[in-house]
């Protein structure tokens, strides 16, 4: 393959909100129409058992990411969208990899860092509640991307040293057995929007304040209202900067809307007015990937026979390297 690998995984443990698509999901299915790069999208349901031990929300959230992507117009003749138990390959190589995996790397990780001081401030054992899924995590993440060869794979800045981890890990396989993997390169995007929840905060889940991408129209409606704002009446000139409604509508607006919202700010316009504004641009843009998307729930068998289509392409290039990479730690037939 001569084309460079672009590799992004998802995890599965929450129904997608106006932040997931603003600052991961559109961007990467723009991306995914370009010619000169491979890209990989994969719902990473494996990483969702270490955070998640409810069942249903896993499988609940795998079909909504599922039915999210391809409703948004994912091209998965042009890229590969596959989930990552569909591959055994990766957890085999998991395995592999986390033979020659330093355990100082791991304890350096932020995640695992942060959980034991948080026992240890709380006067706890360092290892309460720490499971090896946890502490294994990177290594995990390093198998999705290795396995494929990817060149880069975007990430948030929380994820960057998970790449420098997998860089480390490549690199030692590389250096004990040969020349198999590229050193994958984290691609940070500063443009991407961070976009406000209705309380000001990021739109997280952890906050509590997320919008979910795919509410019906009228409680996208009352949703987009609830967007806190100030007192200021009609009629009085409003600040757009530190403004989560004007932030919002601008991550949908192209820069004439901007420029006009900016304008109506300073001329008063009243809350409501720009936050009807803000509803029906954010409306038409998702009104038919909602109903492509609502159409995909009702038939699940869809979904997962298009997820079954992009693994069986995503093992023609696992099984044959999983193969070499057996052959070259001495895992081999005896004759
Ligand atoms: N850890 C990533 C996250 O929480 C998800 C993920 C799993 C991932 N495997 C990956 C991202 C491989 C990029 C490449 O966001």
Not at 141 to 157: C, K, Q, S, T, Y
Request: hydrophobic share 40%.
């Amino acid at each position: 393959m001569s084309k460079r690998t672009v590799l992004t995984g998802i995890t599965t443990t929450g129904t997608p909100h106006l932040g997931n698509y603003v600052g991961a999901i559109k961007p990467a299915i723009e991306a995914s129409h370009s010619t000169d790069v491979q890209s990989c999208y994969f719902l990473a349901d494996y990483h969702a058992l270490i955070k998640c031990r409810d069942p249903e929300v896993v499988h609940r959230s795998t079909l909504e990411i599922a039915a999210t992507w391809l409703a948004l117009g994912l091209d998965t003749d042009r890229a590969m969208f596959y989930r990552q138990s569909d591959i055994p390959e990766i957890t085999e190589l998991t395995w592999l990899i986390t033979c020659i995996t330093a355990k100082g790397l791991m304890n350096r990780a932020h995640a695992y860092k942060a959980a034991v001081q948080e026992n240890i401030d709380a006067g706890e054992d360092p290892d309460k509640a720490i499971d090896m899924g946890l502490f294994s995590y990177p290594v995990l993440m390093a198998a999705d991307i290795l396995m494929f060869n990817a060149h880069e794979v975007p990430v948030g800045r929380d994820q960057v040293q998970h790449l420098e981890m997998t860089r480390d890990i490549a690199q030692r396989f590389n250096h004990l057995f040969g020349e198999h993997f590229v050193l994958p390169e984290a691609v940070v995007d500063e443009n991407v929007a961070v976009l406000p929840g209705q309380d000001g905060r990021k739109m997280s889940k952890s906050y509590n304040n997320t919008i979910p991408l795919w509410l019906p129209e009228k409680k996208l409606r009352k949703a987009i209202m609830k967007i806190v704002t100030n007192s200021l009446e009609p009629g009085e000139p409003k600040e757009t900067k530190g403004s989560a409604l004007f932030a919002i509508y601008s991550a949908f607006a192209d820069t004439r809307q901007r420029d006009e919202m900016r304008r109506a700010f300073a001329d008063g316009i009243a809350w409501g007015a720009a936050k009807q504004q803000c509803f029906e641009l954010i409306n038409a843009e998702l009104s038919d990937a909602r109903s492509v998307y609502e159409e995909l729930m009702a038939e699940p068998a869809r979904i997962e026979a298009r997820l079954l289509e992009g693994a069986e392409k995503a093992r023609g290039i696992a099984a044959p390297f999983i193969r070499e990479l057996r052959e070259a730690v001495g895992i081999r037939r005896l004759a």
